[in-house]
């Protein structure tokens, strides 16, 4: 123990309550269970190592979550901030790895007739287990001596021959002759507080964790630091879904209460020594990017993959995928009933934003049977408590399966490389009495600058369906209809003459898209279908658009293999 200084007893309403650790000149962490009656009774800290010394006023600042019932309640951590800064060398932090290996720990508590302190020798019992994410579980180091009892609450658990900090008593088993506690190691009391992270045992200084080099400490440190003194707006968990590689741990349930939480999970919980590379150079791509107000999308897909299941006709295998940082995150997969799909969807669409990059504009893209193109995807609720359709909250599009082949993403792409330029989409019609073969529209949609197919109508009943079948197997990158179509048409067809509901969506699509790129048109479809669910009659309303930028979709470090297996 070296005579360290930076023990403290903690006294509510001038009776001993338990103990606590000094972790920067003003501050000591105990449990919440400790000063469950701060806010009623005077609190002080002590240090019994330093004899004579006054007790120093106290009070809780900060509180990992503890909810005052049980004491197996997680977040029994609390921060007390000193009236005064005391002379005193705070303690140094260490990961609980540092524990493993029957390494002899020693906690030093004040049980009742013991003001001044005494030890208790342990041992962590299975090496690096984590009970429910929260506690790792001691066992007396013998048979004998002093068990961990009343009084031992919040004291630091500390390697005999370092004197180093690796966790804090929160319990002990009360049975008889038992002799079991539990400590909240140094990773999770930096989980519930990152206070302890800027805090470390000496100015600049970070406390060790498991596995990554000290560089990724100082570095993410000063990347958080900046983030934070920014202003920073950035969800946590997005940017370790980003971050993380396909065997990393997933982000807790609860998800994380800051960048600093995030970025100590990474160090302490993940073992891929690329992740806190890939986790800070994500950060540091944020920082440097500049606020974006229109330009060109950065898309970030949700995509939704609906295949026959082999069921039944109206069985579907589904399954959902985010995609980021060039990786594919697999989110759910299984097998649907046809009248399930619009809840299925919003339930696992949520989801799938955990793993986008942050600050890249989200996009829901639907793969289909080409039998279901038509399907109204964008007219499902965004969320099982927001009736809201999901086309006027995202822009939503949807895809053929058969234009996932390697073949047809490999012509997609140079399309696509090609476009990057463009500055507008020219649309090329087809209306409701189109004459030519269909091979002359594929003709066309080869020229350069061309990419957008308008259908005034597309149902397979409709005479330019052979035209709409060639641009989707062609492929043409970009096809828009009309679900709606055009209602005239039948067995004697439609002359697209005046009134024709097919011709009125062509005019009108050709001047909205006029002088759009081809990489907004997603984002321009998402702006119609707003005005249109304001609008009962507007002619977009049943709007389809078929986008399909295969460098959006890289499948090249798929995060893991399928969630489930295809067999319902």
Known sequence: MHHAEWHARIECGGKVAGAGFLVAGDKVLTCAHVVERGDRAELTV????RPGSEPVPARVVAHGGWAAGHLADRGDLAVLELAREVAITPAALASADAAHG???????????GYDEGTLAEYRITAGPFLISREWIQLEAWSGHGQPLVAGFSGAAVTLVDTGEVVGMVTAADRARDVRTGRMMPTEVIRRYWSGVDVLGPAPGVLAPTPGHAHAHHGRLRALVEQAVRAGLECDPVRLYGDAAGPFDPPAPPEGFASLWAAAWFVLCEVDDPDTPTRFAERLDALLGAPARSGGSPEWAPILVEVRPSGAGSDVYRVEVSAYSGRRRHPVASDTVAEDRLPAYVQDHVE??????????????????????LDLPVDRWGSAPDDPTPLGC???????????RTAAKRHVLTRVWDR??????????????????????????????????????????????RPHFEESVTAPAPV???SRRGCETQGDTGCAGADGCPGTAFLDALDARFAHVPPAELP???????EEADAEEDHWARDIQLLWDDPRCFTDEHTAAVHLRSPIA
């Open 393 to 403: 909250t995202y822009p939503v599009v949807v895809t053929d399966h058969v234009r």
């Open 419 to 464: 476009l990057r330029t463009c500055e507008d989409a020219p649309l090329q019609r087809v209306a409701c009495d189109c004459p030519d073969n269909p091979m002359k529209l594929r003709q066309r949609m080869r020229q350069p600058g061309a990419c957008l197919a308008g259908f005034a109508a597309a149902s397979p009943r409709a005479r330019t």
């Open 46 to 49: 002590s240090f019994p190592q």
């Open 351 to 372: 989801a799938a934003f955990r793993y986008l990059t942050p600050g890249a504009d989200e996009l829901i893209a639907f793969a289909l049977p080409r039998d279901r």
């Open 479 to 481: 096809i828009v209809w």
């Open 102 to 112: 029957d390494r002899r720990l020693v906690a030093y508590g004040f049980p009742a």
């Open 523 to 529: 984002r321009t479809v998402l702006a119609l279908r």
